[in-house]
């Protein structure tokens, strides 16, 4: 993966740990006059579409090279990803963009670019579900190969905010926080005093094998890929409805499909968006179905990645399970008490067997998905 805290798994991992900070000022554009002026940019240059494929190289390759996995008509790939905005001088062009231009800035240009660099023939997708594009690109991967179409899917994220429309928009929404003189300090989920989220860039990739048949070329098996779930609020475009029944649903149908009892999960990495709305919404639905689990938002960190926020935070999970330990939430001074859930604050060893993460997107999307050790 690539992060604000880092380029590569295991930089962003060590950040992670150490409860390190991935906000600042904006550097993308001149933000100047903007109501916010700061975001969670990934430590590599470019913006618009070129930032994408680069992030989107960069997190893929150290996928693929981890996975040792060779291509062929048994590989698929799906992405999360939403479409890449023109960037700002296009306003001005006189002529029209080229073709090459034009598909570079499509929903499915970092789907094309994967399958690419995996050689993969297989079944190609992409999944444009806003916050919870990544982790729907991750269960569409985990139902194909339980259809028997592939034997592997490279599947995951990538998106990149930092740039005018998005912050522009966001920030007349209401939804993003207005902390222009304390940015490090303004991602804090579940926090009493949270105002908003703040826009992230990012990619993270995994790939998805069957068992069978990735033991029997000895790869090194991180996790076991156990439930999926999804769901839709049918409430409205920006909130999450206050008795959080859509991520109940989601929640309930991955641990169905787990066939794991709520009892079971050890430690939940939340959606946690550090607005009012979702947090309390998703911590009436983690009440209701889990209880007292553990429970962390790693958004405090590193901001919100929207498309590639589920598969960045599937990994952090994976992470979780191999080392045994669950990250801290950063920023939370004073737990709000309408969250009514059991708050990590700081990176904790622990005996992980069953972690959850959710992704929970605008417009009402849903997904949840449950790991296990190996």
Known sequence: MVTPLGVGAEATWRAVLSGENGVGPITRFDAAGFPVRFAAEAPVPGVGAELKARLTELAAREALAMSGIAGGESVGVCVGSEACRPPWAWLWRTDAPSAAEVQAFAPDAPTRQVAALAGALGPRSTVSTACTSSSQALGEALQRIRRGEVDAMVCGGVDALSEPLMVLGFAKLGALSTRNDDPTRASRPF????????????????????????????????????????????????????????????????????????????????????????????????????????????????????????????????????????????????????????????????????????????????GSLIFGRP
């Open 191 to 366: 926090d009493l005093h949270r105002d908003g989220f703040v826009l992230g860039e990012g990619a993270g990739f995994l790939v998805f094998e069957r068992e069978s048949v990735a033991r029997s070329r000895g790869a090194a098996v991180l996790a076991v890929v156990e439930g999926y779930g999804c769901s839709c609020n049918a409430w409205r475009i920006t909130d999450s409805p206050p008795d959080g029944r859509g991520a109940y649903d989601a929640m309930r149908f991955a641990l169905d499909d787990a066939r794991l009892a709520p009892a079971d999960i050890d430690y939940v990495n939340a959606h946690g968006t550090s607005t009012q709305q979702n947090d309390a919404s998703e911590s009436t639905a983690l009440a209701r179905l889990l209880g007292g689990v553990p429970t962390s938002s790693t958004k405090g960190m590193m901001g919100h990645l929207v498309a590639a926020c589920g598969a960045v935070e599937a990994i952090l999970c994976v992470l979780a399970l191999r080392d045994g330990i669950m990250p801290g939430s950063r920023n939370l001074d004073e737990a709000d008490p309408s969250c009514p859930v059991n708050l990590v604050r700081e990176a904790t060893p622990a005996p992980l067997r069953h972690v959850l993460t959710n992704a929970f997107g605008f417009g009402g999307s849903n």
